[in-house]
């Protein structure tokens, strides 16, 4: 009604019943003890407004209301039932919309304003839309406790509003890379040891590798990872090593030695409310044994320290393995099926994004300009060594050229800059931490400056789980200035060549350049 009132101001109703008239507010009198007595009394005060507002009503010009029906007697209910309509109308859309913070990893965040049903992948695409990051279906949205020293990567498929109305105040989402959230679908090997994965039926306790994931994602096989544990005592600042076993229902633990009878296993903790997190904080926090400590968090639980299940593995890949397992077990296909979303956009784009050339590409043609008169170079090999060679010519003429502001010579000491994967002065601890965080699979790589020989630069790489760093140098040849990676055996002009070079060929490293460790500003 307000809307027909606005969008027609010259046939306003003017009767006090119309929604578009401002309804008359008559304050009642104050009771006999509040009562101010310097003032008029109520009656006297009362009488004034009526005249006041009979005066108001006819002094505006006579003008018919064009709406009738829309005007309702002044008994009628119109007014609070659209006063209740609006109220309800603000509660379903608190409970449509929410606000939350976004962190990256740099500490700044930025407040976004999302629908109830908003998955974790739709809040992650949304991110990469808004900040031009490059879509690479390896972007993550975590969810961090700093008080507990606890974090997990969401799933794709998980409410962001019902994961934040189990976190805490201090809790907070980071938007981070995550390269080895479905790295297990490629290279399942890596993330199970033929030792650590058994079915419950048979005692010889080996799983053929073409049947690996199928078993974890059949309901109805009985797959379990098993392996030692050192496991906190609840309470206590104890830790004991115990042999465990995980299934589909729940992780358990052996009362005597290795043995699986169901009179010698007690349960440790339950998968269906719960959540496996990566402790980042277990020797300092929890005085954990080693640095591989992971954690079961009941989803009941906030910031109680003492509910929480605290576990930590031998190695990094013990503790891969537990933590995957425990999301597929839990999961099971609905993770494969994230997994492949992805996939299958990917594969529907491809028929529209192939590249179609024009006429004009089709009629290019090799030329030599060497002599008085251009001439077509005809034969293939002849115009593959032509190309090649003038790509040399570029190069030299670049480290040769005359030196100026906007000249390529004078930006190659410093264009690297510009890239994602470069991080200029960070620390080898600072390197570490930054890969483990977005995955830890083959490839990941990030360069840095080094702390050691201000001239050079280092380039630290993840392979098998392990991270390890190699020094680039700077070499003379012929009063040219190049960068190696194996002492002079290959050169290169600038590190954003160096990074081509390795990404396309291994050469003396133990894998290629594969994923470059990144960080975005929100």
Known sequence: LLAVCKLNPLHCCTTASCPATPPIIHTPSPPPHTRDCTGPSPCTSLRLQEEEQQYRTSSLPAIPNPFPE???????????????????????????????????????????????????????????????????????????????????????????????????????????????????????????????????????????????????LNSRSCPEIQGYLYVKEMGRKSWKKLYVFLRRSGLYFSTKGTSKEPRHLQLLADLEDSNVFTVITGRKLHNAPNDFEFCIKPNKVRNEVKELRMLCAEDEQS???????????????????????????????????????????????????????????????????????????????????????????????????????????????????????????????????????????????????????????????DGQMFLSLDDGATKFTDLIQLVEFYVLNRGVLPCKLKHPCTTVAL
Request: proline fraction near 5%; charge should be neutral; aromatic fraction near 10%.
């Open 70 to 216: 829309l005007c309702s007697p002044a008994s009628s209910p119109t007014l609070s039932s659209a006063a209740s309509g609006l109220s309800d109308f603000l509660i379903f859309l608190f409970y449509v919309f929410q606000i939350i913070k976004v962190f990256s990893e740099d500490g700044m965040g930025k407040a976004v304003e999302i629908p109830a049903d908003m998955t974790a992948r739709d809040l992650c695409q949304f991110l990469v839309y808004k900040n031009h990051c490059v879509d690479d279906n390896s972007w993550a949205l975590v969810e961090h406790h700093p008080a507990l020293g606890l974090e997990r990567c969401l799933e794709d498929h998980e409410l962001v509003v019902q994961v934040q109305a189990s976190m805490t105040s201090e809790s907070k989402f980071i938007f981070r890379k995550n390269y080895a959230k479905y790295e297990f679908f490629k290279n399942p090997l890596n993330f199970f040891p033929e030792q650590m994965v058994a079915f419950c039926q048979e005692t010889s306790g080996t799983i053929p590798p073409s049947q690996l994931l199928q078993n974890f």
């Open 319 to 477: 503790r891969t393995c537990w933590m995957t397992a425990f999301r597929l077990f839990k999961y099971g296909i609905l993770l494969y099926q994230n997994y492949k979303i992805p996939q299958q956009r990917k594969t529907l784009l491809s028929h529209f994004s192939a590249p179609v050339r024009s006429v004009s590409e089709n009629s290019l043609v090799a030329m030599d300009f060497s002599g008085r008169i251009g001439r077509v170079i005809d034969n293939p090999m002849e115009a593959q060594s032509a190309a090649m060679e003038e790509g040399h010519a570029w190069r030299r003429m670049n480290i040769l050229g005359s030196p100026s502001p906007l000249h390529p010579s004078s930006l190659s000491g410093v264009i690297h800059r510009t890239q994602l994967w470069f991080h200029s002065r960070i620390s080898r601890e600072e390197s570490h931490k930054m890969i483990h965080q977005q995955g830890r699979v083959d490839g990941m790589f990030l360069l840095r400056d080094s702390q050691s020989n201000p001239k050079a630069f280092v380039l630290t790489l993840c392979h098998h789980q392990k991270i390890k760093h190699f020094q680039i140098l700077p070499c003379e040849e």
